[in-house]
């Protein structure tokens, strides 16, 4: 099966409940708002409350599911903010049928030698962090599912290492195994399942900043490469777990 083809049912999602974070803008508004679109409550998570109401209204306006939001700063969250976020969950909608790990930074394209150490723990504490703990604090409302699904963001270069990608690179290389492990963990249960989707080139704010020079036009938009994430979170691939795909 293609699934940069895959063709989605209009209720794919239909009262399926799922959190996107980093949805403020690039990939995660589009996941968001297509999530939305195909029957699912969108948990919108972001660091401005101001772009996720914009978003918020938007869904409200396309006639879709009333979205939630849920601020969260990642690089700094603490167990509290963990513990009050499940709780919301828990009190608002007693499950969760779905996690988008898609909030993530770049940090610096330097070499190793001359990476700043404070922007390094940033980035691994966004990227590769937040998603196992979020994960971690989240699994007693997934395992109420009957088809819950997580998906973590990967990237070519968590794939394949290459310089000047610093700590963006390793907190990718960490995320692969971070999805797989949980995936082998939970292998016995058939109703959760955890894989990862690398989105390629895409023409976002993110890949302006690490190619300054490429012309974004070259690149498809986030919308073109939603087939990947609906086929991910929906029923059609319900039993798959512990995979790495590509969204291009």
């Not at 989605?8 to 297509?34: E, Q, W």
């Not at 938007?58 to 976020?85: K, N, R, T």
């Not at 779905?98 to 330097?110: D, F, K, P, S």
């Not at 997580?150 to 000047?164: C, K, W």
Request: negative net charge; hydrophobic residues 40%.
């Amino acid at each position: 099966m293609d699934i940069k083809n895959y063709q989605p049912a209009s209720d794919l999602l239909k009262d399926r409940v799922i959190l996107v974070t980093g949805s403020g803008d690039g990939i995660g508004r589009a996941a968001a708002i297509n999530f939305a679109l195909h029957g699912a409550t969108v948990v919108l998570h972001g660091r401005n409350i101001n772009k996720l109401e914009v978003i918020y209204d938007e869904i409200e306006g396309l006639g879709a599911p009333q979205p939630a939001i849920l601020p969260l700063q990642l690089s700094s969250a603490s167990a509290i903010d963990y513990e009050l976020l499940v709780n919301t969950l828990e009190k608002q909608f007693g499950r969760l049928d779905g996690i988008l790990h898609n909030a993530g930074i770049l940090g610096e394209r330097v070499a190793l030698a001359d990476y700043p150490v404070d922007v390094w723990d940033d980035v691994l504490n966004v990227n590769l962090r937040a998603p196992f703990v979020l994960t971690q604090a989240l699994l007693p409302l997934l395992r109420r599912s009957d088809s819950a699904s997580v998906i973590f963001t990967s990237s070519g270069v968590g794939q394949e290492a290459r310089p000047l990608w610093g700590a963006y690179c390793v907190s990718k290389f960490g995320t692969e195994a971070l999805s797989q492990i949980f995936a082998a963990e939970h292998a016995g249960e058939d109703n959760i399942r955890f894989n990862c989707i690398n989105p390629g080139g895409t023409r976002t704010a993110m890949r302006a900043k690490a190619y300054p020079d490429e012309d974004p036009k070259t690149r498809p938009t986030p919308e073109e490469i939603m087939p990947t994430y609906l086929y991910l979170m929906g029923k059609d691939s319900h039993g798959i777990s512990g995979q790495s795909f590509d969204a291009q």
